[in-house]
């Protein structure tokens, strides 16, 4: 039977990449989304992949959320813990708000996320955790201070996780893009962008599929002793 998949902002940016490369890798994939039901349709219009709507801010709403597709597919065997969201400000001008929804989307969304479907992975012994980071976890940014934070601590997550799934066939690894090319990037003011872009080595922003190439990897079986790891693709941007 084939492996059942779980992509938290799944139906957009690098979360569809992950989404289709997962589909086409074989297993069955369900992706989760915020907000945008118009884009979502056209997501499942468009690849044959269902989409379902909760706040990954919420466990009350993830807990149900997964449960609903656990009934419909099966035991989520693969959950890819991949929404996020901006709200840039300089450290001075940021908002409580500005911090708080950053935080509980970002961070405690990655708990809501995990934390229902543990028990069910420690049971079956077989799980695979995928956390996708950031660059700007790993080395801070300008005007991101609640973004950082959030990215930092998912790689805290991922290192305790590993520790503590790790007997159970369980692993959990994280992700850090650098600057991809997708809406969240191209929200950056032209000017910044650019010189962004100017610090990238490789000349270019990456693509959302050289990140799901990364997911595909950790999700397969055979990744077993990769536990705790995080795999930076960012053009040679920065060395952790
Ligand atoms: N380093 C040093 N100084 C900087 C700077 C930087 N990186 N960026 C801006 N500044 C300076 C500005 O030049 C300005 O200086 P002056 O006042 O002397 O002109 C000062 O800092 C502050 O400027 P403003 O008060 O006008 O700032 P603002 O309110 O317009 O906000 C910002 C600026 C929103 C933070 C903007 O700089 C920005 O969007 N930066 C990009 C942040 C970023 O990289 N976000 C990533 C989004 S994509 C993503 O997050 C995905 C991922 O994982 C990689």
Redesign the pocket.
């Known amino acids: 039977m084939a492996k059942v998949a779980l992509v938290t902002g799944g139906s957009r940016g690098i979360g569809a990449a992950i989404s289709k490369t997962l589909k086409a890798e074989g297993y069955e994939v369900a992706a989760t989304y915020a907000g945008n039901d118009e884009k979502a349709a056209a997501f499942t219009e468009e690849t044959g992949i269902k989409t379902y709507k909760w706040n990954v801010g919420s466990y009350e709403d993830s807990k149900a959320g997964l449960a609903q597709v656990e009934a419909d597919l099966g035991p989520i065997d693969v959950v890819v813990a991949n929404a996020?969201i901006?709200r840039?400000?300089?450290f001075h001008?940021m908002s409580p708000e500005q911090w708080q929804e950053v935080i509980d989307t970002n961070l405690t969304g990655v708990f809501n996320t995990v934390h229902p479907l543990w028990p069910g992975m420690r049971e079956r012994k077989y799980g695979r955790v995928i956390v996708i980071s950031?660059?700007?976890g790993q080395k801070g940014?300008?005007?991101?201070v609640n973004?950082a934070a959030t990215?930092a601590g998912d790689l805290g997550i991922v290192k305790s996780l590993a520790q503590e799934g790790a007997r159970f066939g369980i692993t959990a690894n994280a992700i850090c893009?650098?600057?991809?090319g997708?809406e969240?990037?191209m929200?950056?003011?032209e000017k910044?962008?650019e010189?962004?872009i100017g610090q990238i080595p490789a000349g270019r922003l990456g693509e959302p599929e050289e990140i799901a190439r990364c997911v595909a990897f950790l999700a397969d079986e055979k990744s077993e002793f990769i536990n705790g790891s995080t795999i930076s693709a960012n053009g040679a941007q920065f060395f952790v």
């Open positions: 996020g901006t840039d400000a300089p001008k950031s660059i700007n940014q300008f005007g991101q973004y990215k893009p650098g600057y991809i997708t969240m990037v929200a950056v003011p910044v962008r010189a962004i």
